[in-house]
């Protein structure tokens, strides 16, 4: 049990497209999730909260405009990449928290964005 | 803001030798939760843990909660080289909506 998907697992976009990527619980209901973007040899960072049928919380630093998460069912999230730049170019990976467990996060597998 | 800050970011490991990573948060934690991350991949939930003073082990892993709940480790014991990756701990507040806040990571590498 507790399993996130994630779609795309990677994608290659160019230079000033936008780019979804979706979240799925599979087997749960998940009433909040997170979004990390995670740079080569570096640590997680998170980039945003998202419950669902709420606004999304941004970490201080993350453009709420470029980076547009929607979190329309209690198993789907999405991350909207607007007007993609080579910076941008990164791995991003989602998470989510059941309703069951106020502690435990399930991460989904990742989607590695390239921005040429 | 919050900090998690683990040593060592990198140990290189002769197989069969022991390896340890810490983390120190700069708050006190409501838990703690170590993840594995293997080259390529995405990070693998391997323990939480909740309790002051907890020790929790898992065959040749061993993962302990400071008293004040500030600090944590994860020793594992003769190396493997299925061992390889990255681990990162984790921590949480009660205040801060279930954020995980991770550590920088420790990558580990096991020469056969």
């Known amino acids: 049990g507790a399993v996130v998907s994630q779609h795309p697992s990677w994608v290659i976009c160019k230079s000033g497209t936008s780019v979804k990527i979706e979240c799925r619980s599979l087997?749960?209901?998940?009433?909040?999730m997170f979004w990390y973007r995670q740079f080569p040899k570096q640590s997680l960072m998170l980039m945003a909260t998202?419950?669902?049928?709420?606004?999304?919380?941004?970490e201080q630093g993350v453009e709420k405009d470029k980076f547009l998460i929607n979190h329309a069912s209690l198993t789907l999230s999405t991350l909207t990449v607007t007007s993609a730049h080579p910076e941008d170019s990164s791995f991003y990976i989602c998470?989510?928290?059941?309703?069951?467990?106020?502690?435990?996060?399930?991460f989904g597998p990742g989607t590695r964005l390239t921005v040429t | 803001g919050q900090q998690v800050m683990q040593i060592p970011q990198y140990q290189h490991v002769q197989e069969g030798e022991d390896f340890t990573t810490y983390c120190n948060s700069s708050?006190?934690?409501?838990?703690i939760q170590w993840y594995k991350q293997r080259p390529g991949g995405h990070p693998v939930f391997l323990i939480q843990?909740?309790?002051?003073?907890e020790v929790k082990k898992q065959k040749r892993l061993t993962f302990q909660f400071g008293e004040a709940k500030k600090n944590s480790s994860l020793h594992i014991t003769a190396t493997q080289t299925t061992d390889v990756g990255t681990y990162f701990c984790?921590?949480?507040?009660?205040?801060?909506?279930?954020?995980?806040?991770f550590g920088q990571g420790t990558e580990l590498s096991v020469k056969p």
């Open positions: 998470s989510a928290r059941s309703r069951r467990s106020s502690y435990e996060q399930y």
């Open positions: 087997d749960f209901q998940a009433t909040t």
């Open positions: 984790a921590g949480q507040t009660n205040n801060q909506g279930g954020k995980l806040i």
């Open positions: 843990l909740v309790k002051s003073g």
């Open positions: 708050t006190t934690l409501s838990n």
């Open positions: 998202s419950n669902e049928g709420s606004k999304a919380t941004y």
